[in-house]
């Protein structure tokens, strides 16, 4: 029943910016966390960014300065600037849910691709 919405992704010249979205669709449930993950092809998936229930925003080094999460209720987004030809991967929405059943699953996104060209 619960899922997520992903959109954005897409292609861009280095030094550009893209915009990522998430909502998590479906009823009876709660939220502890979310975040984006990034992976490439023959590398494991990587945290790029985290929005936890409470404490302090994490970035990947690689993307710190550079990238913004925003989370509230149901959705997250993540605001790419500057990007670099480095960043090009299939980026994942994930988040950490409390279902019907009060037990914490993992939830994941289709996957989205963005490539970024010099």
């Given amino acids: 029943q619960l899922r997520l919405v992903e959109s954005g992704g897409g292609s861009v010249k280095a030094g550009g910016s893209l915009r990522l979205s998430c909502e998590v669709s479906g009823v ?11 992976q490439t092809p023959g590398s494991s998936r990587e945290k790029v960014a985290f929005f936890p229930s409470s404490g302090h925003l994490s970035y990947a080094d690689a993307v710190k300065g550079r990238f913004t999460i925003s989370h509230a209720g149901n959705w997250v987004s993540l605001e790419m600037n500057n990007l670099k030809v480095e960043d090009t991967a299939v980026y994942y929405c994930y988040a950490d849910l409390m279902d019907g059943s009060n037990w914490s699953k993992a939830y994941w996104g289709q996957g989205t691709q963005v490539t970024v060209s010099s």
């Avoid at 009876?28 to 990034?38: E, K, L, P, Q």
């Fill in 28 to 38: 009876g449930f709660s939220v502890n966390s979310m975040g984006w993950y990034r």
